[in-house]
């Protein structure tokens, strides 16, 4: 089967920059990002042993997971290398792309979009992805879609310590403007949502029940800052379990969405 073609400074990212195997584990604010996007999962999930398809998932840091908890998980990510590094979490793995999936017709129950939406930076692609997301559920399943936040790179460089200088502020200030990091500088390729604007293509996608939640909430940045600028370790740190308890104590206010690094929304299928 012939996918569409991944951007190449995305290929090249993953290839041969980021170790995706690490980014949730090895810092703070990566692990809150994990905690969290784990428990809001685990609220919306169907009972184990029901299928789901990890569209995106990367080395299979969530895969992992859900296998354990019972989760029947296969996994489909662009990049040999994740692909080859998921091969030991317990889910069938292939290479793929969310825009085309090999999956037949109304044949998973949960379908996760934890990466694919951030790096399809037209919204034509996102919605073909939706719309496959959709294809491959069975009617009632469940979709959960991650995005990052718009103002993520503000909040993210200022916790580093450098916004003030005038080329990153230029920088973070055309991805505030224009919603997209053109990938031609640390990150790669990328489109950045609001909360209402993750919700409407989750909705326009024909999806029902379509939640917004911030994933890692209002606090995360204190912890990128701490750990940034001082060397050390804040996983297991009052300073994290305060953070932790603001992402949980912030959802019910909307405004707050805007705090946050990474967007989830959940979504079902119409039965």
């Known amino acids: 089967m012939t996918h569409p073609e991944l951007a190449p400074e995305i290929m090249r990212f993953y290839t041969e920059t980021a170790d995706e195997a690490d980014r949730l584990t090895t810092t703070a604010d990566g692990r809150l990002e994990m905690v969290r996007t784990r428990e809001l999962l685990r609220r919306y999930l169907p009972t184990p042993p029901a299928r789901v398809l990890d569209v995106g998932g990367g080395p299979g840091a969530h895969a992992r997971w859900l296998v354990e908890d019972g989760y029947g998980v296969h996994l489909v990510d662009p990049i040999p290398r994740h692909v080859d ?58 979709l959960a879609v991650a995005g990052i936040n718009r103002y993520a ?14 080329p990153m502020r230029n920088s973070i200030g055309q991805i505030l403007a224009s919603q997209i990091h053109d990938g031609k500088k640390a990150f790669t390729a990328a489109y950045f949502h609001s909360g209402e604007q993750l919700r409407d293509e989750v909705t326009a996608a024909g999806f029902t029940e379509t939640q917004v939640f911030g994933i890692e909430g209002p606090a995360w940045s204190m912890l990128a800052a701490a750990e940034r600028n001082t060397g050390g370790d804040f996983r297991d740190t009052p300073l994290f379990e305060s953070a932790l308890t603001a992402a949980r104590m912030a959802e019910p206010y909307p405004e707050l969405l805007a705090a946050s690094s990474h967007l989830l929304s959940i979504g079902r299928r119409p039965t």
């Open 153 to 166: 790179s503000l909040f993210e460089h200022a916790a580093f310590g450098h916004l003030h200088k005038e």
């Open 85 to 142: 590094q998921a091969r030991g979490t317990g889910a069938t793995v292939e290479i793929g792309d969310a825009r085309s999936l090999t999956a037949t017709d109304a044949s998973f129950d949960v379908v996760l979009l934890l990466g694919p939406l951030y790096h399809l930076v037209a919204r034509t692609d996102r919605d073909q992805a939706l719309a496959e997301a959709y294809r491959v559920l069975k009617p009632g399943g469940l």
